[in-house]
Nanobody, 116 residues
């Protein structure tokens, strides 16, 4: 079955960096677009970044452009989110996502807290 396991979250000061990882299994990882979403307390889940199956095209939410970078390793079946210049408004639970056969699969999420 499809499994997505996020890691790498934590507490960081404003201006700091974190790298999130999402280890995928149970499907042909290299054939699917992958995405990162986030959900802040009291807010709806929002799309942060996407990357095509071969990694050739990436898309970002306006709020993270120039600060976040999505990448993938199709040998390790892992997708990453490098987050730089973090702001308090980036505080959220970050989720890895794949859509397969019109069904959305999610990981358990990893908490990112940006605070001094």
């Amino acid at each position: 079955q499809v499994q997505l396991v996020e890691s790498g979250g934590g507490l960081v000061q404003p201006g700091g960096s974190l790298r999130l990882s999402c280890a995928a299994s149970g499907f042909a990882f290299s054939s699917y677009r992958m995405a990162w979403y986030r959900q802040a307390p009291g807010k709806e889940r929002e799309l942060v970044a996407t990357i095509t199956s071969a990694g050739g095209y990436r898309n970002y939410a306006d709020s993270v452009k120039g600060r976040f970078t999505i990448s993938r390793d199709n040998v390790k079946n892992t997708v990453y989110l490098q987050m730089n210049s973090l702001k308090p408004e980036d505080t959220a639970v970050y989720y890895c996502n794949v859509q397969r056969s019109a069904y959305d699969y999610w990981g358990q999420g990893t908490q990112v807290t940006v605070s001094s």
